[in-house]
């Protein structure tokens, strides 16, 4: 693995809640009223935040799996949660019908709202590929003790694998 690809996969957990922050931030405040923002932007901007909020989300849950792999889950997690909005029973309408519930789970299915999950998860995986970029070469994200295990060594148990040449029958 590269050293940018490896700077891509190490996310500081402090980052990603401190990202978290402020995408709950900025998205509670385009969604209220004290912007004044019309009704189009103010909603499939809300979406990408949200989206954006679960990519760094899932960094945050797995800090070592690829940022393609955290894009997946939180594509995957977003359109998830879109298609239950066509589910309605009592229960959830309930926890639909609060704030916070409103905010996390939505209330009406929207195919365009995939559209606005896609731009939230690409902006967070421009965010990651430009802090890696600036960090990359000089300055990896982080680095591990097995990273800097040779190639040729088993990094789980430390023993030398297939790649070392076999004993040869002259040696006692």
Request: proline share 7%.
């Amino acid at each position: 693995m590269n050293s940018l690809a490896a700077a891509l996969s190490n996310r500081h957990r402090l980052r990603q809640a401190l990202a978290m922050t402020i995408v709950v931030s900025a998205g509670l405040l385009w969604r209220s009223p004290w912007l004044g923002l019309p009704e189009l932007p103010r909603k499939y901007g809300g979406d990408a935040l949200w989206a954006l909020l679960v990519f760094f989300g899932f960094g945050f849950l797995l800090p070592r799996r690829p940022t393609r792999a955290i894009a997946l889950l939180a594509m995957t997690f977003s359109g998830l949660i879109e298609f239950s909005q066509l589910y309605h029973a009592p229960w959830i309408d309930s926890i639909r019908a609060t704030r916070l519930g409103a905010l996390v789970l939505g209330s009406v299915f929207n195919w365009p709202d995939f559209s606005a999950y896609g731009l939230g998860i690409a902006t967070g995986v421009l965010c990651e590929w430009l802090l890696a970029k600036r960090s990359w070469p000089d300055q990896p994200l982080a680095s591990t003790h097995r990273d800097s295990i040779p190639d040729h060594q088993d990094r789980s148990a430390g023993r030398v694998t297939e790649h070392q040449a076999p004993p040869s029958d002259c040696e006692s």
